[in-house]
């Protein structure tokens, strides 16, 4: 079972550095975040929640740790944010 959660979490985070896919992964965790179809469903308490609440933490986390690399490669560019035009994290 604990490989099966890192195989996961190593294709999640793979995946959402993939500029071609990551808005692709980061809309479909947030549908299935709000949809009513689970692995675990919702109306059973503290198993329901646990999928979803992994899911969200593993989300943030991820999308987190890309904007940081992304501002700390702007800072070791040398350049501001008032020098550059407002760019996504893609570029």
């Given at each position: 079972?604990?490989?099966?959660?890192?195989?996961?979490?190593?294709?999640?985070?793979?995946?959402?550095?993939?500029?071609?896919?990551?808005?692709?992964?980061?809309?479909?965790?947030?549908?299935?975040?709000v949809?009513?179809?689970?692995?675990?469903?919702?109306?059973?308490?503290?198993?329901?929640?646990?999928?979803?609440?992994?899911?969200?933490?593993?989300?943030?986390?991820?999308?987190?740790?890309?904007?940081?690399?992304h501002?700390?490669?702007?800072?070791?560019?040398?350049?501001?944010?008032?020098?550059?035009?407002?760019?996504?994290?893609?570029?």
């Amino acid at each position: 079972m604990n490989n099966a959660i890192g195989s996961f979490y190593n294709w999640y985070k793979a995946t959402l550095r993939n500029t071609k896919y990551r808005w692709l992964l980061v809309a479909g965790t947030l549908i299935y975040l709000v949809s009513p179809i689970d692995i675990a469903p919702d109306f059973l308490p503290i198993i329901g929640w646990v999928d979803d609440g992994l899911l969200a933490t593993l989300l943030v986390t991820e999308l987190s740790q890309l904007a940081l690399e992304h501002l700390n490669k702007r800072k070791q560019s040398g350049t501001s944010a008032a020098d550059e035009p407002i760019t996504t994290i893609d570029a």
